[in-house]
């Protein structure tokens, strides 16, 4: 995972206000068989567990291909969010 741009201070006191999860990784996420694109968005508690039990195909924020769990460009993964 990486990032074209930095978020600003005012960005993410905003964020924090919205509830919306600041760029990056939050707090206490599990994230296993999976790629992050780039300006990607995971909020705290998230869980992404990849493996064979998964169907593939593209589900908006992510697509999951042979058990790879791939989080999308941009992709905004709120707080709690569980996949796999």
């Given at each position: 995972?990486?990032?074209?741009?930095?978020?600003n201070t005012t960005e993410?006191?905003m964020n924090d206000?919205?509830?919306?999860?600041?760029?990056?990784?939050?707090?206490?996420?599990?994230?296993?068989?999976?790629?992050?694109?780039?300006?990607?968005?995971?909020?705290?508690?998230?869980?992404?567990?990849?493996?064979?039990?998964?169907?593939?195909?593209?589900?908006?924020?992510?697509?999951?291909?042979?058990?790879?769990?791939?989080?999308?460009?941009?992709?905004?993964?709120?707080?709690?969010?569980?996949?796999?």
């Amino acid at each position: 995972m990486g990032a074209d741009f930095y978020q600003n201070t005012t960005e993410i006191v905003m964020n924090d206000r919205s509830g919306r999860p600041n760029m990056g990784i939050g707090k206490y996420c599990y994230i296993e068989q999976a790629i992050l694109d780039k300006n990607c968005y995971i909020g705290d508690n998230v869980r992404i567990i990849g493996g064979k039990h998964l169907k593939d195909g593209d589900f908006g924020t992510h697509s999951v291909q042979d058990g790879i769990v791939v989080v999308k460009k941009g992709a905004v993964l709120p707080p709690g969010t569980h996949i796999g």
